[in-house]
């Protein structure tokens, strides 16, 4: 499994990358897009929506079957990856690059409650 060593995640397999000025940027792990298979479609939270922590703000349909997103952090959509729209394979093929999800602008710290790359590793291979 790729886990990146300079993203934070999530225990419900976000990932979470800082970006600048409170902004960071969101999508899913290589380990839940493994488990998901084949993306189909991906829909996500309105830019301008706010989220708290733990609130579902959007979904991810494949193949075997269609799995929420948790929001990592708090804080408003500010930018969805409308390319997912056309291309939503690249969830998939790119978890990490082209495969993002949405960025959000944070409220207060975007590392809290999330686990650094060793931290997730160790989740993941239980």
């Given at each position: 499994m790729n886990v990146p060593s300079d993203l934070w995640y999530s225990t419900d397999h976000e990932w979470v990358r800082k970006l600048n000025?409170?902004?960071v940027r969101i999508g899913i792990t290589d380990y839940a897009q493994d488990a998901l298979g084949d993306v189909v479609f991906v829909e996500v939270a309105e830019v301008g929506t706010t989220?708290?922590?733990g609130a579902i703000f959007g979904e991810v349909e494949s193949t075997k079957s269609v799995s929420e997103l948790f929001?990592?952090?708090s804080g408003e959509v500010v930018a969805v990856n409308e390319d997912?729209?056309?291309a939503p394979e690249r969830v998939n093929e790119d978890p990490y690059g082209?495969?993002?999800i949405c960025e959000m602008?944070?409220?207060g710290p975007t590392?809290?409650?999330l686990l650094d790359a060793s931290a997730y590793l160790a989740l993941i291979e239980v």
């Open positions: 000025d409170g902004l989220v708290a922590i929001a990592p952090v997912l729209e056309a082209d495969g993002w602008r944070t409220e590392t809290d409650g």
